[in-house]
């Protein structure tokens, strides 16, 4: 990786190397990890559990499924669980196989990446800044009466990077209208729990009415726990379950990821721990730039998109003058739509965030 490329949250190892900061001094604005870390109950139960580690899991998941299931509203039948949420993108793409997909721009590089692997041609909808990247669902209607008519359609929402989030009931005439034409609809939910209304923007409910749809999410921002590698998939589509599983590996999620899976669901103190964080932190933080020459997009995940308002800075810049203060944040000038002066980070503890604009402002203020 060259020195000047974007980093990502995980690449703490090439950072070291580069800047010979060691990666236990790094605080990572760019990871878009809950910052309360695993949750101590989840430890505590894990510690006591080991013995777990010397059995296969369920091969069916049953009691995992039932966890998901009543956690997010659902059926149990519906649910499909997976090594991450990342196997599950795979699966469902490569099990749909579609010819055409349309895709939300900018957005996360993994389903563009997945449908190449696939054999797809995948066609872009680009978010407008003037309109602060929200998405329109008429305007995507708009997009996919075009011909040639795509398969697919995926959509994150909340959007990384731009932390922007459609309303589930405005998704409702975009599904109608997918359902008519055959084309399935996967929306990426890693981001939805930290959103600050849950249920207005999850898409899950739905899935009972709307059978193209595929609603994904995993473990790894909101509950700290990417190294657990546990994510599950909802859908009504009988066929499409079936397929999946089919095709699947058995035993892709652990003894111990489902052990973790089935306790952590129900453990509502860090839910609401984490929630109440990342609110205060993402008020106070969006009243803070508002004082620096910055744009902020609105925001529904726990980071931000920002743009640098002065020519001279450019995110490159606020990424070497943080990265030297041990400061991890996202330049965004690699995705599409996106130029030099677009950067992302989280919201961390407050005393962390509060390193983080103290920096910010050298540059900003």
């Known amino acids: 990786m060259a020195a000047n490329a974007p980093f990502h949250g995980s690449d703490l190892e ?29 430890k505590e139960y894990l510690a006591g559990h080991l013995d777990v580690l010397s059995s296969y899991p369920d091969r069916d998941y049953t009691a995992l499924r039932q966890a998901i299931a009543a956690y997010t509203g659902t059926e149990a039948a519906y649910v499909l ?20 997909a349309l895709l939300v721009s900018p ?6 990446r997945e449908l ?34 795509p398969d697919m359609l995926i959509l994150c929402n909340p959007n990384n990077p731009t932390s922007g989030a459609a309303c ?19 929306v990426d939910e890693t981001y939805a729990e930290f959103a600050p209304d849950v249920d207005a923007v999850s898409a899950i409910p739905l899935a009972k009415d709307f059978s193209c749809l595929i609603v994904l999410r995993g473990i790894s921002k909101f509950w700290a726990a990417p190294g657990l590698r546990l994510g599950y998939a909802v859908t009504s589509d009988e066929r499409l ?3 999946i599983l089919s095709r699947k590996d058995p035993w892709t999620v652990s003894s111990l990821a489902d052990l973790a899976g089935r306790f952590l669901f129900s453990d509502t103190s860090y839910i609401q721990e984490t929630r109440a964080l990342i609110s205060a932190e993402r008020s106070r933080m969006l009243q803070a730039l508002s004082g620096l020459s910055v ?6 995940a726990n980071f931000v ?30 995705f599409p739509g996106l130029d030099e002066r677009f950067f992302r980070f989280c919201f961390l503890m407050p005393e962390q965030n509060d390193r983080l604009l103290a920096c910010l402002t050298e540059l900003l203020g």
């Open 14 to 42: 090439k950072i070291e190397q580069l800047y010979g900061i060691p990666k236990e001094e790094i605080t990572g604005f760019g990871s878009n990890v809950n910052p309360l870390g695993l949750s101590v109950r989840l």
């Open 81 to 100: 669980c997976g090594n991450g949420s990342t196997e599950l993108i795979s699966a469902c793409i490569r099990t749909l196989s579609p010819r055409r």
């Open 107 to 112: 957005s996360y590089s993994e389903y563009e």
């Open 116 to 149: 190449r692997l696939a054999g797809c041609r995948p066609d872009f909808f680009p978010l407008s800044e003037e309109a602060d990247f929200r998405l329109e669902p008429a305007q995507l209607i708009r997009s996919l009466k075009a011909e040639p008519s």
């Open 168 to 186: 589930a009931k405005d998704l409702i005439p975009l599904l109608s209208f997918c359902q008519e034409r055959g084309i399935h609809v996967m």
């Open 241 to 243: 379950r079936s397929e």
């Open 295 to 300: 744009k902020s997009y609105p925001c529904f």
């Open 305 to 334: 998109l920002c743009r640098s308002l002065k020519k001279e800075v450019t995110a490159h810049l606020l990424f070497e003058t943080a990265i030297r203060q041990g400061l991890l944040i996202r330049d965004c000038s690699d």
